[in-house]
């Protein structure tokens, strides 16, 4: 593994000939197989809308706890919400995260989605026009990119450019807010602003202000840090997708650690999105990724099943 997330510029991808674009998804195999994070430059979001969103997402944290839990997290199967300091544990050995987090999915509107009952609805503030809007701009942004790094995913492989994206098209997708407070006392043994874990879909897109402590675990066991980098977006891919290409594409492990200087006084945010497949797609080894060398290491299985079965270990 490189000791490095390299830094790819995207532009050439989006805007480039077919030749241009055969380049970047060689590029972008090769962070995908040998490290699972890549950031990506010009990912194609509008800065303005990324910090109007940070904005939010600080004036939303500062609210009193009582608002907050009005909109709190109530199951698995929507993944909506509130989630307060310490509910969730993103490594199952240790104590809860140093976190809060606010989570919505694709906006149903009255209508609720196949498969999913009333429960699919997002949970807004009341009288707050203008945090809604931003968010769901902001989900329809990620979700344009996500589109366009599945057509790189789907090319980097030798599969069809739509495959990944006919995979995603129902944006069965949840962007999360998460807000790490300063750190008052003095932590439980092992506790960290957020554990070690993988993620659990395709892949995510993350967001972070300029605070630090993302650290991604190299494949000698080392952590390697995974700064702030201005005008980037920082992608990595998940299980699901590790688990589809038969490990062609890695999920690497990764938290947030309380930083050891003043740092930890400060509030730290981070904005992810995680790209999921239709829940109602199979997960199967994918034809290009096994033969007789490469035996597939996995039995089917669809997206939904999976996504919820990993929610309910870390709540
Ligand atoms: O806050 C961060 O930088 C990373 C958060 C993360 O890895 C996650 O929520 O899955
Ligand atoms: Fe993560």
């Given at each position: 593994m490189s000791e490095k997330i390299p830094v790819i510029d995207f532009a050439p991808f989006r805007e480039g000939d077919t030749v241009a674009r055969s380049a970047l998804a060689a590029e972008i195999y090769r962070a995908c197989h040998e490290i699972g994070f890549m950031y990506l430059k010009h990912p194609g979001i509008d800065s303005d809308l990324i910090a109007r969103t940070m904005m939010h997402s600080r004036a939303f944290f500062n609210l009193p706890l009582t608002e907050k839990n009005k909109l709190a997290w109530s199951d698995e199967p929507s993944n909506r919400g509130y989630v307060g300091v310490g509910r969730e544990r993103l490594d199952e050995s240790k104590p809860g995260d140093l976190k809060e987090a606010y989570n919505i999915g694709f906006e149903s509107g009255s209508t609720q989605l196949k498969n999913q009952p009333s429960l699919s609805c997002n949970r807004w503030l009341e009288g707050d026009d203008r945090f809604r809007d931003t968010m769901l701009d902001f989900f329809s942004a990620c979700n344009e990119t996500a589109k366009v790094i599945c057509e790189a995913l789907a090319i980097a492989i030798n599969l069809p450019e739509a495959f990944f994206v006919n995979n995603h098209n129902q944006q069965d997708n949840t962007l999360r807010l998460l807000h790490y407070p300063p750190i008052k006392q003095t932590p439980e043994?092992?506790?960290?602003?957020a554990g070690e874990h993988s993620d659990y879909g395709s892949f995510t897109l993350l967001f972070q202000d300029a605070v630090g402590g993302l650290e991604v675990r190299n494949t000698r066991g080392e952590w390697i840090e995974a700064p702030f980098i201005p005008e980037t977006v920082l992608v990595n891919t998940g299980d699901l997708m590790e688990r589809w290409t038969n490990h062609v594409f890695c999920s690497t492990k990764h938290r947030v650690r309380i930083p050891q200087d003043q740092r930890a006084k400060q509030s730290r945010y981070a904005i992810a999105f995680f790209c999921h497949p239709n829940h109602d797609t199979e997960i199967s080894c994918l034809k290009t990724c096994h033969s007789k060398e490469r035996p597939s290491l996995y039995p089917p299985i669809t997206a939904g099943d999976y996504l919820l079965s990993r929610l309910k270990a870390t709540y």
């Amino acid at each position: 593994m490189s000791e490095k997330i390299p830094v790819i510029d995207f532009a050439p991808f989006r805007e480039g000939d077919t030749v241009a674009r055969s380049a970047l998804a060689a590029e972008i195999y090769r962070a995908c197989h040998e490290i699972g994070f890549m950031y990506l430059k010009h990912p194609g979001i509008d800065s303005d809308l990324i910090a109007r969103t940070m904005m939010h997402s600080r004036a939303f944290f500062n609210l009193p706890l009582t608002e907050k839990n009005k909109l709190a997290w109530s199951d698995e199967p929507s993944n909506r919400g509130y989630v307060g300091v310490g509910r969730e544990r993103l490594d199952e050995s240790k104590p809860g995260d140093l976190k809060e987090a606010y989570n919505i999915g694709f906006e149903s509107g009255s209508t609720q989605l196949k498969n999913q009952p009333s429960l699919s609805c997002n949970r807004w503030l009341e009288g707050d026009d203008r945090f809604r809007d931003t968010m769901l701009d902001f989900f329809s942004a990620c979700n344009e990119t996500a589109k366009v790094i599945c057509e790189a995913l789907a090319i980097a492989i030798n599969l069809p450019e739509a495959f990944f994206v006919n995979n995603h098209n129902q944006q069965d997708n949840t962007l999360r807010l998460l807000h790490y407070p300063p750190i008052k006392q003095t932590p439980e043994s092992g506790q960290l602003r957020a554990g070690e874990h993988s993620d659990y879909g395709s892949f995510t897109l993350l967001f972070q202000d300029a605070v630090g402590g993302l650290e991604v675990r190299n494949t000698r066991g080392e952590w390697i840090e995974a700064p702030f980098i201005p005008e980037t977006v920082l992608v990595n891919t998940g299980d699901l997708m590790e688990r589809w290409t038969n490990h062609v594409f890695c999920s690497t492990k990764h938290r947030v650690r309380i930083p050891q200087d003043q740092r930890a006084k400060q509030s730290r945010y981070a904005i992810a999105f995680f790209c999921h497949p239709n829940h109602d797609t199979e997960i199967s080894c994918l034809k290009t990724c096994h033969s007789k060398e490469r035996p597939s290491l996995y039995p089917p299985i669809t997206a939904g099943d999976y996504l919820l079965s990993r929610l309910k270990a870390t709540y």
